[in-house]
């Protein structure tokens, strides 16, 4: 019952994520936005969970305080910047906005990965594979929300991300704290994340994660994009509907991947989400444009699946590096870099879509290439994992 009680609160919280991707053609009306202007709402979000997990794992918080308590703050402080987000007025306010709620989602995923692994510690692979699930269509619920045109206005959608928000941080504050975690000192804590970077097969998880990155979060900011180009004739809420479930067909694929992981292990199933996506990358602009939209929508489905079903894995293979007083600190850094290369490569690439089209793809290719390249330089000592 706690790990469905967690993974439940990972998807209402994280539906802050992606707010203003959803209903981004009203705001471009509402304040005179241009196209690129998406990229700064979208990047301030992952600069600021950079920021905040930065806080987190480098002082050691989560480690040294209840995690289901920090969980329950960050998500009411995320719902309120969220639900200030109608009345920015603007651009920069709304870019501040984002940045907060940034920070407060630092608190909600890498935290809940550590109560997740504190409530099912011989079950991680597992455990993680629902909540990265969960967070998977949690960051694909504005798309929901818009495409449903609740109340048929658009601030509606991001004022039901910030209720969803409110649900999650009360089902966590009442489950309380893990029996498998333990708070430490402040002194022993102190910068423990970066000394998890001493052992090695926490370097290699991480570094096989931070290559993951460099694709994940791009591919899902252009997934409208990519359907748009493949099925122009779509209305706006087909759109928002069909985003959401190339997003969302992740959360079943992870649930998949933990399956298997069951019977394979979570380095073969990491191994196997950055082959799949390897070559999807390979292969988009070649196929994608001379698909019909039916068969490329597909595509594009069988692509966001691969992209991240390989993401608890990663965090799996982490945790089990990891001593339990370092787990908390260690992989909320692991996040907190994996989230800064994701930010560049939204800089980069989002706005490269204009002149490359289709051929963007494979700018994102090295991250699952590289992610590869250091699993395998460690296959024997991930072996039983």
């Keep these: 019952m706690p790990i469905a009680w967690i993974a439940l609160a990972e998807l209402l919280g994280t539906a802050l994520w992606f707010t203003p991707n959803a209903v981004i053609g009203d705001l471009e009306r509402e304040w005179v936005l241009a196209a690129h202007d998406l990229g700064w709402l979208t990047g301030a979000v992952q600069v600021g969970f950079l920021l905040g997990t930065l806080i987190i794992g480098l002082s050691g918080l989560s480690d040294r305080r209840d995690a289901s308590r920090l969980f329950a703050a960050c998500c009411l402080i995320g719902a309120i910047s969220n ?84 649900i999650a941080g009360t089902m966590i504050w009442r489950l309380g704290e893990a029996p498998h975690l333990r708070k430490t000192t402040g002194k022993t804590s102190r910068w423990a994340g970066l000394g998890a970077f001493r052992i090695e097969e926490f370097r290699h998880a991480a570094s096989a994660y931070f290559g993951h990155m460099w694709e994940l979060y791009t591919l899902w900011a252009l997934i409208p994009l990519l359907l748009a180009a493949a099925l122009p004739s779509l209305t706006t809420t087909q759109l928002a509907l069909g985003s959401f479930a190339l997003i969302a067909i992740g959360g079943p694929g992870c649930w998949l991947g933990g399956w298997l992981s069951l019977r394979l292990g979570s380095r073969r199933i990491a191994q196997l989400g950055l082959s799949g996506s390897a070559v999807c990358c390979l292969l988009y602009p070649w196929v994608g444009g001379g698909m019909s939209g039916l068969w490329a929508a597909l595509f594009l489905a069988l692509w966001s699946l691969l992209a991240v079903i390989d993401s608890p894995h990663f965090s799996a293979l982490s945790a089990r590096a990891c001593p339990a007083s370092l787990v908390g600190s260690a992989l909320t850094l692991q996040n907190a870099i994996g989230y800064a290369i994701s930010a560049v490569s939204l800089a980069w690439l989002l706005p490269a879509w204009s002149t490359l089209g289709p051929w963007v793809a494979w700018l994102m290719l090295p991250g699952p290439l590289i992610g590869l390249w250091v699993l395998r330089s460690r296959q024997k000592g991930f072996a039983h994992s």
């Design 83 to 166: 639900g200030l987000l109608p009345w920015a007025g603007g651009l920069w306010p709304a870019v501040a906005l984002r940045l907060v709620t940034g920070m407060a989602l630092a608190g909600i995923y890498p935290v809940g990965m550590k109560l997740m692994v504190g409530w099912a510690p011989q079950r991680a692979g597992l455990g993680l594979a629902w909540l990265v699930g969960m967070l998977v269509i949690g960051t694909a619920t504005p798309h929901l929300l818009a495409g449903l045109s609740l109340g048929g206005d658009w601030r509606n959608a991001l004022w039901y991300a910030s209720l969803l928000a409110l």
